[in-house]
């Protein structure tokens, strides 16, 4: 599985900002799309998932804030971010799990197989 993350980009303290994940490929076998963050010198974090039963999971920094949705007729999965502060800005990379689970395993980084290139949040003050 191919994943393209797009729609990152610069965006003030207390905007909004939406990123989109696209993924290509043998999309049939996908039980989850997940969304992580990185910055220089800290672990990837979970932003959020969305798994095989519409089951959704936020890292706990994003309750309130994010919403992860899924549109199948598109076949993507989208990240509307709110409320966005300057800590928010990293790299935002999507991911997609095969392997089959309930909604807390989708929080594991190592529940994803595939890994796109991720897209550039930068949130100033």
């Known amino acids: 599985v191919q994943l393209q993350a797009s729609g990152g980009g610069f965006v003030q303290a207390g905007g909004s900002l939406r990123i989109s994940c696209a993924p290509s490929?043998?999309?049939?076998?996908?039980?989850?799309i997940g969304w992580y963050r990185q910055t220089p010198g800290k672990q990837r974090e979970l932003v959020a998932s969305?798994?095989?039963?519409?089951?959704?999971v936020y890292g706990d920094s994003m309750k309130g804030r994010f919403i992860i949705s899924r549109d199948s007729a598109k076949n993507t999965v989208t990240l509307q971010m709110n409320s966005l502060k300057p800590e928010d800005t990293a790299v935002y990379f999507c991911?997609?799990?095969?392997?089959?689970?309930?909604?807390?395993?989708?929080?594991?980084?190592?529940?994803?197989?595939?890994w796109g290139q991720g897209t550039l949040v930068t949130v100033s003050s």
């Open positions: 991911a997609a799990s095969s392997q089959y689970g309930d909604t807390h395993y989708y929080t594991k980084a190592h529940a994803y197989d595939d």
């Open positions: 490929g043998s999309t049939f076998s996908i039980n989850a």
């Open positions: 969305i798994n095989h039963d519409i089951g959704t």
